[in-house]
């Protein structure tokens, strides 16, 4: 079972950042493309940022040349850094891992972040 637990949301002014980390359990990240998510009330979750194993990215068209996605695999850890936050980017944020062997995606628990003034 692998588990993802992921930290570093809270609330932030307009035009602040904050940076998400995503813990990964066991040796998921050889094996897994990793993105992050998001849920805004009312609204779908939607993809935010991607990192595949070799390390090539994609973005949210929203949050290109805001946001930046990497990966410590030595340490199991994913990130998210975020500047130039906007109210809009207020969501629920999602680690996720796509196994690439067995397709299966698993999911962390969410972590809240807040822009607002």
């Known amino acids: 079972q692998v588990q993802l637990v992921e930290s570093g949301g809270g609330l932030v002014q307009p035009g602040g950042s904050l940076r998400l980390s995503c813990q990964a359990s066991g040796r998921i990240l050889s094996i897994a493309n990793m993105a992050w998510y998001r849920q805004a009330p009312g609204k779908k979750r939607e993809l935010v940022a991607r990192?595949?194993?070799?390390?090539?990215?994609n973005y949210a068209d929203s949050v290109k040349g805001r946001f930046a996605i990497s990966r410590d695999n030595a340490k199991n850890l994913v990130y998210l850094q975020m500047n130039s936050l906007k109210p809009e980017d207020t969501a629920v944020y999602y680690c996720?891992?796509?196994?690439?062997?067995?397709?299966?995606?698993?999911w962390g628990q969410g972590t809240q972040v807040t822009v607002s003034s």
């Open positions: 990192i595949s194993i070799d390390g090539n990215t």
């Open positions: 996720n891992a796509a196994n690439i062997y067995s397709n299966i995606d698993s």
